[in-house]
């Protein structure tokens, strides 16, 4: 693969172990205040990330390439509420979604196709990252940050298991 693609996919394997990271973070917080069903839907997400990150090393070695490790930057740990912790992930995986593009950006531009289908992948995960955020926010505002609303929503949040898709499902 070319360097130029090498290069940036390295990068993307941090962002993505970057995300579990703070997805981790998000789970202690909500670990912390009792909130199990919050705390396991941030876990699973964070296996998600790692999902994510591994699915990239993968490609790298499927396609001659070398991964690299560098340093994780420390998450954020100044969590207000249970409502501004899924506004930072809404705010995160938009951010994640503009990296995606540049990357897409950059398969174009090198006429790599391989590249160009993983992302498609990614693509389509970002659209459900992005939705599942805000449909949680929504779900927040109407049930309220306290009492039976927040109790309720903490059970439900906690039902999410994590399933690693089968090869080429999204
Ligand atoms: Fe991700
Ligand atoms: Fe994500």
Known sequence: ???SINDALNKQINAEIYSAYLYLAMG???DGLGLDGF???MKVQYEEEMFHAMKFYGFV???GGTVTMEAIEKPGA???SVLHVFE???EHEKHVTSLINGLYDLAVKEKDYAFQSLLNWFIDEQVEEEDSAQKIIDKIKLAGEKGPGVYMLDQELGTRVFTPPA???A
Do not use: I, N
């Open 39 to 41: 705390a396991s839907w």
């Open 61 to 63: 070695y499927e396609r």
């Open 88 to 90: 930072e992930t809404l």
């Open 167 to 169: 090869k080429g499902e």
């Open 1 to 3: 693969m070319k360097k």
């Open 28 to 30: 202690a917080y909500f």
């Open 78 to 80: 100044d969590f207000k």
